[in-house]
């Protein structure tokens, strides 16, 4: 008989190791590893004996689907990014920053729900009833009939969900608090959360409800605790937001239901979190249009428009290194588009501090932002403010050309809704997409957005961007700007 194989699993990071350390290579943690036969944890046991399995059916992969069945949360920002509201038997895991309104947002989803009718229970393993029931008054939904509950043990949770009816919807506040029996170690362990985690899962997929799971966040943005947990669940959700603004955005990054890159957008206020139905307007409401380094960036967040401005800081560096600051956007893709300014448009940054950041908080992940981040550093390095009414975006490459982007309609239609007429975008989606229109302007390659920039500027611009002028290529344009 083959002897059973141990490892030893960190109780800080969830790596694994052959072996016992004092010290974790993974995360840097002392007296963490702790031991575990892979015959145990879950679904096995001490001295369970092989079991013969049995034959599967296998089915054809074409045939009758159906769509699954959902429940609406009452919000439409929640909806939105769930794909369509809460699926039944799903599990779902949300995560964020200490005090960014997670409690807040599913006690007001909880009220929602109750409120027509369907059985919700909260379970909140950090706060008292009392405490729950004060910001329940607080945002006004004390009157729904939500039934609470203030446990961590797994066995207690589980017979009280099946005491009574099964309900539509679970809360678990949070899962680094539960604890099952099953499992020796403290609670808030990989061993305990992974336990724990699955077996709310396997309840909610044999009752039919809801399970949500509210999960911590690391220093580094990550969900606490192991990875498995994510992939254990139908959809992670992560609420996001800077303590300096009013705003919080509630982001999908996988769901198994609908679409990921989803995002919510919501106003926190004294009574609770309100939705912004156009987040546009959110984002662009404190817009200084003279100012120069600031560009409207049309991006797409999932299947949903937004418009936000990109604001560039250019400054002659008095240091032998200049410094590189982003907030909201990938610094190594904004060091690319410095390099391709420099290389293919002559517009010398090296000497130059560079302070670049998405306006009200938001983050982009999408290349489409290059040529409004482009924009915006040469409108600040030249002192050009750029025309009130343009966006811009496209995807740079390393050799200066712009590529185009997917859904240009969409990005065009919500800019003009805003009241923007003009659009800088690559050459190819106005091919493909709008035909000639007025208004646009399209380029392939980045020295001809920069030559258009200078010139519009003074002579003391101009001279500025000397260089940039006299490389330029010419721009195939289909319309007009104010910038010509």
Not at 56 to 82: F, M, N, W, Y
Not at 223 to 239: K, N, S, T
Not at 409 to 431: C, H, N, T, W, Y
Not at 449 to 466: D, Q, Y
Request: proline share 5%; aromatic share 4%; glycine share 12%.
């Amino acid at each position: 008989m083959a002897k059973a194989r141990l490892q030893f699993i960190c109780q800080n990071c969830g790596a694994v190791s052959p072996r016992w350390q004092g010290r974790c290579e993974s995360c840097g943690e002392w007296n963490t590893l702790v031991e575990e036969n892979t015959a145990g944890g879950i679904g096995g046991g001490p001295g369970k004996a092989a079991v013969r399995g049995r034959v599967v059916e296998l089915q054809a992969l074409a045939g009758e689907t159906k769509s699954p069945p959902r429940i609406a949360s009452g919000i439409a920002e929640l909806d939105r990014v769930t794909g369509g509201g809460f699926v039944r038997g799903s599990a779902i895991l949300l995560g964020g920053d200490p005090g960014i309104g997670k409690s807040t947002l599913l006690l007001q989803a909880s009220a929602a729900l109750a409120a027509r009718g369907e059985r919700v229970v909260y379970i909140s393993g950090e706060e008292a009833v009392a405490q729950v029931r004060l910001r329940a008054e607080r945002m006004g939904v004390s009157a729904a009939p939500v039934a609470l509950a203030a446990e961590t043990s797994v066995e207690d949770i589980l017979a009280t969900l099946e005491a009574g009816k099964p309900p539509a919807l679970v809360i678990l506040d949070s899962v680094q608090t539960l604890w099952t029996s099953t499992v020796e170690s403290a609670p808030g362990t990989v061993t305990q959360v992974r336990a724990s985690a699955q077996a709310m899962i396997r309840y909610a997929k044999q009752s039919g409800a809801t399970i949500i799971l509210v999960g911590h966040v690391t220093k580094d943005g990550q969900i606490a605790g192991p990875r498995v947990v994510e992939h254990m669940v139908d959809a992670v959700l992560y609420f996001e937001g800077e303590g300096g603004h009013h705003f919080r955005i509630l982001r999908a990054v996988k769901n198994r239901f609908g679409a990921t890159d989803e995002i919510g957008v919501f106003e926190m206020t004294g009574g609770g979190l309100s939705q912004v139905p156009n987040p546009s307007e959110l984002f662009l409401g404190e817009r200084n249009a003279a100012s120069p380094g600031a560009a409207v960036f049309a991006g797409m967040e999932g299947t949903r428009p937004v418009l936000v401005e990109i604001q560039a800081l250019v400054a002659p560096s008095p240091l032998g290194t200049p410094r590189r600051a982003v907030v909201g956007w990938d610094g190594g893709r904004l060091a690319m588009v410095l390099a391709v300014l420099e290389s293919h448009c002559g517009v010398k940054l090296g000497p130059h501090d560079v302070y670049l950041a998405v306006a009200g908080g938001l983050r982009i992940n999408e290349p489409a932002a290059d040529l409004a981040v482009a924009a915006a550093l040469v409108s600040s390095l030249s002192g050009i403010a750029l025309p009130a009414d343009c966006v811009y975006f496209g995807e740079v490459s390393l050799s200066g050309a712009v590529r185009p982007v997917v859904h240009a309609a969409q990005r065009l239609k919500e800019a003009q809704k805003l009241g923007f007429a003009k659009a800088v975008l690559p050459v190819q989606s106005i091919d493909k997409e709008q035909g000639e229109t007025p208004g646009l302007v399209g380029i392939d390659q980045l020295a001809g957005l920069v030559a258009s920039i200078a010139a519009s500027g003074p002579p003391v611009a101009r001279e500025l961007m000397r260089e940039a002028v006299d490389r330029r290529p010419t721009a195939r344009r289909t319309g007009t700007t104010g910038s010509d």
